[in-house]
């Protein structure tokens, strides 16, 4: 009887024994934050070196396996940003969601009913873009995405009145994940169309405050030199470009020194950390001409071998 009683309390002393509290895991895309000093960007309060990646097409291109596997393999190269367009000309669609928009309009986005990709007519273009923004954040890639390309605007589909509807769409849907950077823009030139990239600009931000923003320019020019100024544009982004200064005529030419465009950044006010968006491809890769006198992607090696355009690596300044 003494043993079962002595039993019966060492259960009950049991069931009231605190619980060992867990460590939460830590996030593998912590917050991004501008530093105090304005100079470069910080996760986690540690500077953060973005490598990111272009995969462009990604969500027009790719299936979910395709997708996976993509993001797996950046993933393990170190990568840890992905450059994405969400919207590349009206008609942009995935085979296996349809197009993300009805009759290619910007303010009205595609959407169905449920989200099962097994279930004919549920899955569609954005529950695409959602469950491929959840794979990269358990991957530990943020994704920065250009909300709408250069092309929208110039179509005059991106206006001063559509931006902030589609603005409030996107930054509605996906303010709440941890691993979204904004593009703003998307290879064209700041000084055109300016006041709907100045709107849809302000939109997001209005709603989702918390994600970083920037204005990817076009070819050897540079966000600030438009919307340095602007409370949604966190950080500065410039395109070295791919020609060196005997190839480029532009008044503004930089050729080969990317860091020209660093320090022209950082002689602004308020200082704004400075990145380049699209550099000189890998290799040295400048632009030359074949046998035939067609323009064509070659490296510089012995021999100018031609070679497929890559993906280009994308580099922070973080001193």
């Known amino acids: 009887m003494i043993r079962k009683a ?58 979910r396996a395709d997708t996976e596997r993509y993001l797996a393999h950046r993933a393990a190269q170190g990568f840890n940003v992905i450059q994405v367009m969400i919207l590349h000309r009206p008609e942009m669609a995935n085979a296996i969601t349809g197009p993300a928009l009805d009759n290619g309009d910007i303010t009205k986005p595609r959407v169905t009913p449920g989200n099962d990709p097994a279930q004919p007519g549920q899955y569609d273009y954005w529950d695409h873009l959602d469950w491929v923004v959840d794979r990269a954040a358990a991957h530990g890639l943020y994704l920065a995405l250009v909300p709408a390309w250069g092309t929208f605007a110039e179509m005059r589909k991106l206006t001063v009145d559509s931006a902030p509807v589609y603005g409030r769409f996107l930054a509605g849907r996906y303010k709440g994940k941890p691993n979204i ?85 950082w002689a602004r006010s308020p200082a704004k950390p400075s990145i380049d968006g699209m550099r000189i491809f890998p290799m040295g890769w400048i632009r030359c001409r074949s046998r035939s006198g067609r323009q064509r992607m070659c490296d510089a090696m012995p021999g100018g071998r031609s070679l497929p355009e890559p993906l280009a690596i994308h580099m922070a300044k973080t001193a």
Not at 9 to 29: D, E, F, N
Not at 41 to 60: N, R
């Open 6 to 63: 002595m039993l019966l309390a060492g259960l009950l002393a049991g069931t009231t024994a605190p619980v060992a509290a867990q460590t939460p895991k830590p996030s593998l895309t912590p917050a991004l934050h501008v530093s105090a000093n304005g100079r470069y960007v910080e996760a986690g309060g540690k500077p953060f070196f973005w490598l990111g990646d272009t995969g462009w097409l990604m969500l027009s291109r790719l299936d």
């Open 181 to 265: 950077i904004w593009l703003n823009g998307g290879d064209t030139h700041a000084d055109m169309a300016t006041v709907a990239w100045q709107a849809l600009g302000k939109t997001i931000k209005a709603i989702d405050p918390d994600h970083l923003m920037t204005f990817h320019p076009f070819g050897r020019t540079d966000s600030s030199w438009t919307f340095h100024d602007a409370d949604w544009l966190d950080f500065n982004m410039f395109q070295s470009g791919h020609q060196s200064y005997a190839q480029d005529s532009t008044p503004c030419a930089r050729g080969e020194d990317n860091w020209r465009y660093v320090a022209d950044d």
